[in-house]
């Protein structure tokens, strides 16, 4: 048979598939019962696919068997075979697992200011000044002009380590102690204070205040924009809150999937998907490190415990990316609330991000797909490609980062 006939053969055959698993769905909303849609149909052997779906069919719940009805007229409209990829379902067994204690709460209510910052970024004023503060098409030509010297990397994953090398020399400055804003000399802390109504506005959580050694009169104040804030992009530095925050803005505005990774240890990093490579690239703009995931563990020395992953489509504990000897060291540390009720905790919130931007079956379709293969990738199932990192912290004072239990 030629390829054409065997195509059209194919979609048929798919058609009579998405028929018999409607039909069946159907009957199990009506009888009142749950069942699970079948994830494993194989699209190169329809007629065994079907032979085995009633075996495949387990329990479900009716929102799951209305999305795979969804996704089963997505494909249909389509019409080819080659296209049949079903979403996985979205876990649904957390009822078992009780919400967070009053003392779990206190914990987990960073990550709810986390995400709710994060969430800050996709706004659109936000995204074009962002846009503006990059020369693109600059980023791009130097990237395609590397590309010998990144045999593995596509021209996307280039331009992301071209941002980065840009926003680390040119673009961003790192600030320890500012300097005093009376005779530009060394200053000393001298506590924090609350942001005035003018720095509230400009998007500033915290303000700390810093003496001038030569004693100078006034303090110099540093507010502090724990969330993005567009201020950013005039000030041009900080410290890797502020870092984090600009660069993941930056690359979400030229079009990269990027989260913004939260580690209880109090730094933080971006993560840019590669389509390429189809996996979650490290990225940390204040060390201009690229796919160095184990840099904080084994370069810097810091025992991490809770790094979780946060943008507007989804929320994710990636600790297991950037530790090595989880199971039987770093799970030891992680007692700030329980695995069970921290995953849920995650997934609702990650569900909640997800429904918020009214996406196309689609898109949501790609998320699902992305998420399957970081969810290979975290449990090792790829193998650990990951190098033992020795690079020492180059950001911030030797003062700074030996009061943290750096390595610098």
Same mark, same amino acid.
């Given at each position: 048979?030629?390829?054409?006939?065997?195509?059209?053969?194919?979609?048929?055959?798919?058609?009579?598939?998405?028929?018999? $698993? &409607?039909? /069946?769905?159907?009957?199990?909303?009506?009888? =009142? @019962?749950? #069942?699970?849609?079948?994830?494993?149909?194989?699209? +190169?052997?329809?007629?065994?696919?079907?032979?085995?779906?009633?075996?495949?069919?387990?329990?479900?719940?009716?929102?799951?068997?209305?999305? $795979? &009805?969804? /996704?089963?007229?997505?494909?249909?409209?389509? =019409? @080819?075979? #080659?296209?049949?990829?079903?979403?996985?379902?979205? +876990?649904?067994?957390?009822?078992?697992?009780?919400?967070?204690?009053?003392?779990?709460?206190?914990?987990?209510?960073?990550?709810?200011?986390?995400?709710?910052?994060?969430?800050?970024?996709?706004?659109?004023?936000?995204?074009?000044?962002?846009?503006?503060?990059?020369?693109?098409?600059?980023?791009?030509?130097?990237?395609?002009?590397?590309?010998?010297?990144?045999?593995?990397?596509?021209?996307?994953?280039?331009?992301?380590?071209?941002?980065?090398?840009?926003?680390?020399?040119?673009?961003?400055?790192?600030?320890?102690?500012?300097?005093?804003?009376?005779?530009?000399?060394?200053?000393?802390?001298?506590?924090?204070?609350?942001?005035?109504?003018?720095?509230?506005?400009?998007?500033?959580?915290?303000?700390?205040?810093?003496?001038?050694?030569?004693?100078?009169?006034?303090?110099?104040?540093?507010?502090?924009?724990?969330?993005?804030?567009?201020?950013?992009?005039?000030?041009?530095?900080?410290?890797?809150?502020?870092?984090?925050?600009?660069?993941?803005?930056?690359?979400?505005?030229?079009?990269?999937?990027?989260?913004?990774?939260?580690?209880?240890?109090?730094?933080?990093?971006?993560?840019?998907?590669?389509?390429?490579?189809?996996?979650?690239?490290?990225?940390?703009?204040?060390?201009?490190?690229?796919?160095?995931?184990?840099?904080?563990?084994?370069?810097?020395?810091?025992?991490?415990?809770?790094?979780?992953?946060?943008?507007?489509?989804?929320?994710?504990?990636?600790?297991?990316?950037?530790?090595?000897?989880?199971?039987?060291?770093?799970?030891?540390?992680?007692?700030?609330?329980?695995?069970?009720?921290?995953?849920?905790?995650?997934?609702?919130?990650?569900?909640?991000?997800?429904?918020?931007?009214?996406?196309?079956?689609?898109?949501?379709?790609?998320?699902?797909?992305?998420?399957?293969?970081?969810?290979?990738?975290?449990?090792?199932?790829?193998?650990?490609?990951?190098?033992?990192?020795?690079?020492?912290?180059?950001?911030?004072?030797?003062?700074?980062?030996?009061?943290?239990?750096?390595?610098?």
């Amino acid at each position: 048979m030629d390829n054409q006939g065997s195509t059209d053969n194919n979609t048929k055959l798919v058609q009579d598939l998405a028929r018999q $698993l &409607a039909g /069946q769905f159907s009957s199990i909303r009506r009888q =009142g @019962s749950d #069942a699970t849609h079948p994830l494993n149909t194989d699209t +190169t052997s329809p007629s065994a696919a079907q032979a085995n779906n009633a075996d495949n069919v387990q329990s479900s719940s009716t929102t799951d068997i209305a999305a $795979l &009805a969804d /996704q089963l007229g997505m494909l249909l409209n389509r =019409g @080819s075979a #080659a296209s049949l990829v079903v979403e996985p379902p979205v +876990t649904t067994s957390f009822e078992d697992v009780p919400d967070p204690s009053i003392y779990e709460m206190q914990f987990a209510e960073t990550f709810n200011r986390v995400n709710s910052s994060v969430l800050r970024f996709e706004d659109r004023d936000l995204l074009d000044m962002a846009s503006e503060q990059m020369d693109i098409g600059r980023l791009f030509e130097e990237a395609e002009a590397m590309a010998k010297d990144f045999p593995e990397d596509s021209t996307d994953d280039i331009v992301i380590r071209r941002l980065l090398h840009w926003f680390k020399n040119d673009y961003f400055t790192w600030v320890n102690e500012p300097p005093c804003q009376t005779c530009q000399g060394k200053t000393v802390s001298a506590g924090g204070v609350a942001p005035s109504p003018q720095e509230r506005q400009d998007g500033a959580g915290a303000v700390e205040t810093y003496r001038c050694v030569q004693s100078c009169p006034g303090l110099t104040r540093f507010p502090r924009y724990g969330g993005m804030s567009a201020i950013l992009f005039k000030t041009r530095r900080g410290r890797c809150g502020e870092w984090a925050n600009c660069f993941t803005v930056l690359c979400r505005a030229l079009g990269y999937n990027a989260r913004y990774v939260h580690d209880t240890t109090d730094h933080v990093w971006t993560e840019v998907w590669s389509e390429h490579k189809k996996r979650w690239i490290h990225c940390d703009s204040c060390e201009a490190a690229y796919d160095q995931p184990l840099l904080y563990s084994t370069g810097w020395g810091k025992s991490l415990s809770y790094c979780v992953a946060f943008s507007a489509e989804e929320v994710v504990d990636v600790t297991r990316r950037y530790t090595v000897d989880y199971s039987t060291v770093v799970a030891k540390r992680r007692r700030s609330i329980r695995e069970p009720v921290l995953a849920k905790f995650l997934h609702r919130m990650s569900e909640a991000n997800l429904a918020r931007l009214q996406l196309t079956q689609q898109e949501v379709l790609s998320i699902r797909q992305r998420q399957a293969l970081e969810a290979d990738d975290l449990s090792g199932r790829n193998g650990d490609r990951r190098a033992i990192e020795t690079r020492e912290r180059e950001s911030g004072s030797d003062e700074w980062t030996k009061a943290r239990g750096e390595r610098h």
